[in-house]
């Protein structure tokens, strides 16, 4: 529906040729009380706290939510000004921050929340710009107090990518405006969402203006798209472009997509060969955002520790009626769309007869192929999805030292190996894997260093991800990744297996960084991984990549490297 959407919007833009060209940006400051305009008996913080029943408790719940994520410790900061008294569970924040109860949710109420808190962020930035626009001025827009803003945002996003009934979205997030800010809110809210309602109804979605030079188109792509360019323009946008290495392809790519969503231009502007080839990387680049719009997809793995067989988990899938599709490419996984929800009330995870792992994260254990007997080191463990895979591989037999330096992350490691039963063979340290390498005699037959990275392969499950990144993180990242695969080497017995994974799509974060390894560690050599995973993840170099628009998995990749002396 969502890509549906985006394409229908790309297309009336043209016909319409509405809309502003600037992108809006906010100004961000944590200090901004949560309603700066509060007044007199409105204010939450005279109010007594009652039960509200005519406030629908899952909107009021998002959007507190949505503060929540956005704002982080500065919200936390907020309430506290406020004073304590509501406890810190998730009503509790609601009642201290809208001024009242809201009754419990139920299953479907818990649904919604999960669908517009991760669909609003999603669409943020596409979201801000249509505020933006249909706000009287930009000023409007920038002081909008945070509260009203999500809010708003919740309207839009129901109405644009839920397709709700609009009179009811309108009432609804009016009322919630109303009541948990002051009257004034809710007309605000009343007049921007009738005209969004409108200019919907006439196919006149305001759209970012699709001119300039290959910056600016790529800026509008963004906000059509909602993704970020700020930080680094187009590192995100353009990735899959990237992976191809050149910078004229780059470029082409960009006007390609252009061209692509307004269709006509293609055949006129790209000989035969060219077009065939930027039409590909093209079509890639966009169905890669769209897959991150998209509503994320579940694999699960049967827990084959505590002898439970993927038949096992189809047949209760089948018994719950969660609707699912079992892996091609590994054995003991199963894919689920939807249904994540009753698989978790019925217990299966609590009662550890199965995982949630991303296929991408099994190919990962396929590469480093755990056999029973085998001494390995798992780097980066926690909270240790790959660890619990390995361990069940191993049938009891040999040693997984389990390191990280989230000590609170470990010891979830260690619980749920006790409630899979592979914890017989797990031992787990806690310790900054540079520090623990230095002083360590231990060399081990496989060493898999998982490492922290940006995440650019998951970005459809954390929703959150692509807004909470910069560029100075990603030049911290690669230098954490190279000393931890310095330390990760020293481990690595002569003639052992070093597996160096990330989920990310990122060449820097991946070949460039094994290729910088070899440069510094010619005792190592390049294994291609062709023998243990299938053939569609080898790279042309011989690494484990997945992708998320040829897979239908999370960007994941691999190398592995063998000591050889
Ligand atoms: C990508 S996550 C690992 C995920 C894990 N392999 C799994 O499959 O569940 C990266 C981990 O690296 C850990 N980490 C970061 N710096 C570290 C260091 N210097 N030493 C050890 N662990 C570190 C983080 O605490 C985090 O748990």
Not at 75 to 86: C, I, M, P, T, V
Not at 310 to 326: G, I, T
Request: aromatic share 6%; with cysteine.
């Amino acid at each position: 529906m969502a890509q549906v959407l985006s394409l229908h919007v790309f297309f009336s833009a043209e016909r319409h040729k509405v809309g502003p060209s600037k992108p809006l940006k906010r100004i961000h400051n944590p200090k901004t009380s949560l309603s700066t305009h509060r007044k007199g008996p409105q204010s939450p913080m005279r109010k007594t706290q009652k039960l509200n029943l005519q406030v629908s408790p899952h909107r009021a719940v998002s959007a507190v939510r949505l503060m929540r994520i956005e704002m982080g410790g500065a919200f936390a900061d907020l309430l506290n000004e406020k004073g304590k008294g509501s406890g810190d569970n998730e009503m509790g924040y609601v009642e201290r921050t809208l001024g009242f109860r809201t009754k419990n949710l139920d299953d479907r109420d818990l649904r919604l929340v999960t669908d517009i808190v991760g669909g609003t962020i999603r669409w943020r930035r596409y979201l801000d710009y249509l505020i933006g626009s249909l706000c009287h001025d930009d000023k409007a827009f920038r002081s909008m107090e945070p509260l009203l803003l999500q809010i708003l945002r919740i309207g839009f996003y129901e109405i644009l990518k839920l397709d709700m009934p609009s009179y009811a979205v309108v009432d609804e997030n009016v009322r919630l405006a109303k009541v948990s800010l002051r009257p004034g809110a809710g007309n605000m809210v009343n007049g921007i969402l009738r005209r969004l309602v409108l200019l919907k109804e006439s196919n006149s979605l305001p759209l970012p203006k699709l001119e300039g030079d290959d910056r600016a188109q790529a800026r509008a792509l963004a906000i059509l798209y909602s993704h970020p360019v700020e930080i680094e323009p187009m590192r995100c946008l353009w990735i899959s472009v990237k992976t191809q290495g050149a910078s004229s392809t780059y470029r082409t790519e960009i006007q390609v997509s252009f061209c692509m969503l307004l269709d006509i231009y293609v055949l006129n502007l790209l000989d035969g060969k060219a077009l065939d080839e930027a039409f590909r990387a093209k079509k890639k680049a966009i169905k890669l955002m769209m897959w991150n719009n998209d509503d994320p997809s579940f694999s699960l793995r049967a827990n084959s520790g505590k002898g439970v067989t993927r038949a096992d988990l189809v047949m209760q899938f089948n018994m719950l009626k969660v609707p699912h599709e079992v892996s091609l490419h590994l054995d003991h996984f199963v894919r689920v769309k939807t249904g994540l929800q009753s698989i978790i009330q019925a217990g299966l995870l609590k009662q550890g007869l199965c995982a949630v792992q991303d296929e991408s994260a099994g190919l990962i254990v396929s590469v480093v192929n755990p056999q029973p007997g085998d001494s390995i080191v798992d780097c980066c463990a926690a909270p240790g999805g790959k660890t619990l895979y390995m361990a069940s591989q191993m049938h009891g037999q040999g040693m997984l030292y389990a390191i990280d330096i989230n000590k609170g992350r470990l010891r979830i490691l260690k619980e749920t190996a006790k409630l899979h039963q592979v914890d017989g063979v797990i031992t787990t340290i806690p310790s900054d894997l540079r520090t623990f390498a230095e002083s360590c005699q231990l060399k081990s037959d496989k060493v898999l260093l998982d490492a922290p990275c940006s995440g650019l392969g998951v970005l459809s499950k954390r929703a959150d991800l692509r807004w909470n990144r910069r560029l100075e993180d990603l030049e911290e990242l690669k230098k954490l990744q190279e000393e931890l695969l310095d330390a990760a080497s020293i481990l690595v017995k002569p003639g052992g297996v070093l597996v160096y994974s990330t989920c990310s799509i990122d060449p820097e974060e991946n070949e460039e960084r094994v290729d910088a390894f070899l440069l510094r560690h010619p005792e190592f050599r390049i294994d291609p991984v062709d023998r243990y995973v299938p053939p569609g993840f080898v790279t042309k170099r011989g690494f484990y990549s997945s992708d998320p628009v040829k897979h239908s998995m999370d960007g994941a990749f691999a190398a592995r490297l063998i000591r050889t002396l």
